[in-house]
């Protein structure tokens, strides 16, 4: 029977053990081939300092398998584990922390997946009670069909339903760690056990305790009106009402000092640094899935912090440009126009050297029917960024207007 908690002696890796880390190493192969990794070493270091601050000693000195920290482009709440160590966070989630204690929460409560070692846990369970767990099992509890043959090479993994992609990933290509660590979760009582451990971790590293059941029930909130691409582990309200009760019991029973002392870490200033380009870029994606209102929310968060960014502007642009596309009412529409533009062309005052707003200006005249101003637009776009991807069909909108 395989102990569970903290190593206390040194670590030795089981049969089938050794098994599912290689599993686990494809599959990741696989994720990081298909989906679309957030590429930012600093990010990256930083999820990996915090990891490093929540690892126990003991933990440490085991010599089990070390932690590794990537972040996934997709907008959805999630965060999870992979049994040789290596944990995911979305974009998504980053983007609707508000501090460093509540991330805390999330990455130890994920580690202690790995140290505790669910993922074995509950495979083995699964094989010795005979139930046949299955990615389709999955799909199918969320209401979506899994795509086969051809539909499924070409990247059509679903059918039926609107995901992030990474959900179409993971359930498309059948990543069964993946989807049971990220969808499905591990059960109620190895959840709770993440989550005590979680907290444990948190306390002796020195973090408020009271932010974890505030980051749950931040998360349980925000999940409610996010639509079908919320179905991950974290953006499921069930599951995040569970995190908030077991969190909250625990802060009475075990961490009430604690949660009363007055030198607890809430924040850092690091925190906000590494934020800010994740919820500026994480808007972009929700922007391009529809969730306007979401996107508009921390673009505006972003601007706070700094109110002279081109990029946001280029996204508020973007975000304006979209919602007057689909506008039914006139003068919503010729409104939303207005504020495209006029965004558009407070990201090229803000830095004259930034192409993408050009180009987004130069759309935006020539559906209007701007001429001049669209061939200017365009020809300064081309003359910043000569080699950009679609100047081909960039010059061919400027002969177009030349007729």
Not at 95 to 116: C, F, K, P, S, Y
């Amino acid at each position: 029977m395989m102990a569970r908690g903290a190593w206390r002696v040194a670590f030795k890796p089981e049969a089938d053990e050794l098994k599912l880390w290689a599993q686990a190493e494809k599959e990741e192969q696989q994720l990081q081939k298909k989906s679309k990794p957030y590429d930012d070493p600093l990010l990256d270091e930083y999820l990996a300092k915090i990891g490093d601050k929540l690892t126990p000693d003991d933990v440490r000195d085991s010599g089990g398998p070390g932690f590794g920290f990537g972040v996934m482009r997709d907008p959805t709440l999630n965060a999870f584990a992979m049994p040789n160590g290596r944990i995911y966070v979305h974009t998504g989630l980053l983007a609707r922390l508000d501090n460093e204690a509540q991330l805390a929460m999330i990455v130890g409560h994920e580690m202690t997946h790995v140290t505790n070692r669910h993922a074995l846990s509950f495979t083995r369970d699964a094989q010795n009670k005979e139930i046949l767990f299955t990615v389709l099992a999955v799909a199918a509890s969320i209401g979506v069909a899994v795509a086969a043959g051809s539909r499924a090479g070409s990247g059509d993994y679903l059918g039926a339903a609107v995901l992030s992609q990474t959900a179409n990933v993971l359930l498309g290509l059948g990543l069964q760690l993946a989807v049971i660590a990220a969808i499905n979760g591990y059960g109620r009582e190895l959840e709770r056990e993440a989550d005590a451990g979680g907290m444990a971790n948190l306390v002796r590293a020195g973090y408020d305790p009271k932010e974890a059941p505030k980051v749950f029930d931040l998360l349980r909130k925000e999940s409610r009106d996010r639509g079908s691409l919320e179905t991950f582990f974290f953006g499921s309200h069930p599951k995040l009402t569970e995190r908030v009760e077991t969190t909250s019991e625990l802060i009475k029973a075990n961490y009430a000092v604690a949660a009363a002392a007055p030198d607890t870490v809430k924040n850092t200033d690091e925190f906000g640094l590494r934020m800010r380009t994740v919820v500026r870029e994480n808007a972009r994606l929700d922007i391009q899935a529809g969730r306007f209102k979401l996107a508009e929310e921390q673009l505006d968060r972003v601007r706070a912090i700094t109110p002279r960014d081109p990029v946001a502007e280029l996204y508020y642009g973007d975000l304006y440009r979209l919602q007057a596309q689909r506008a039914r009412d006139a003068a919503d529409k010729a409104d939303k126009a207005q504020r495209a533009l006029e965004r558009y062309e407070r990201a090229a005052q803000l830095d004259p050297a930034f192409p993408d707003p050009y180009r987004q200006l130069g759309f935006l005249y020539y559906q209007q029917k701007e001429t001049a101003r669209a061939k200017a637009a365009f020809q300064k776009y081309l003359a910043l960024k000569p080699d950009a991807p679609d100047a081909p069909r960039i010059k061919e909108y400027l002969v177009e207007l030349d007729q």
